[in-house]
């Protein structure tokens, strides 16, 4: 097995948290996640904290990060699932998190930002790291929004790529979908039409 690289301490001038449960987490993604989630999730951390310097908000940089790198985690696990991806990583992460030395009430609320971010409607009654993580994977995802990080948008893509992740992610959509018909991932591919929305995408013109 390759050795995990070291965190990065910024990206695109992000800083990014340089505690033990952070480094674990990075640590984890790299040997659990695919390539294409693992720049995905790092992408969404980069847009959420973007986010909030273009709305003002004070956030929790650990919670974001620790979200951002697991909200995806269920889909990777789809045919171990018995649950939506997102409601199933995010029992998972609670549980990595506590073994990891996050305080119970923060891996709570990593947990509650990760079923949410597949969930409309997320106010900041919600929590601001939820809507964060929320609209950086709407950013990510369908390039909502895309205006609010042009200053970093350039050095965050060079870092990590896009490459293949629209292909890989819709077709983990569509096989969460097709196992669980009742869940977000039908929501979004069948009634928002999700495939047509990234199609139309800003990233599209980026490429």
């Known amino acids: 097995m390759s ?9 695109g001038g992000i800083a990014v948290p340089r505690d033990e449960v952070s480094a674990a987490t990075w640590a984890w993604a790299n040997r659990s996640l695919p390539r294409y989630l ?16 273009a709305e003002g908000w004070r956030f929790d ?19 171990r ?39 409309p409607g997320v106010t900041l009654d919600d929590g601001v ?9 709407g950013l990510d995802v369908r390039g909502a929004e895309f205006e609010l990080v042009d200053d970093v948008r350039e050095e965050v893509v060079r870092a990590y790529p896009r490459d293949a992740f629209d292909r890989h992610f819709l077709d983990a959509i569509g096989r969460e979908a097709a196992l669980r018909p009742n869940c977000q991932s039908a ?19 980026e490429r």
Do not use: K
Request: some cysteine; hydrophobic content about 50%; glycine content about 6%.
């Open 81 to 119: 699932n018995t649950m939506c991806f997102e409601v199933e990583g995010a029992e998972l992460a609670q549980r990595l998190l506590e073994r990891m030395g996050m305080p119970a009430d923060e891996a709570d609320r990593v947990a509650i930002a990760i079923i949410l971010h597949m969930q």
């Open 187 to 205: 929501r979004l591919l069948n009634e928002t039409g999700l495939a047509s929305w990234m199609a139309r995408s800003p990233w599209r013109s």
């Open 38 to 53: 693992l720049a995905h999730s790092v992408r969404a951390y980069c847009w959420g904290a973007g986010i909030a310097a």
């Open 61 to 79: 940089r650990r919670i974001l990060w620790t979200a951002s790198l697991f909200h995806d985690n269920g889909l990777r696990r789809l045919g």
């Open 129 to 137: 790291e939820a809507v964060l993580l929320d609209r950086a994977t």
């Open 3 to 11: 050795a995990v690289p070291s965190p990065p301490t910024r990206i």
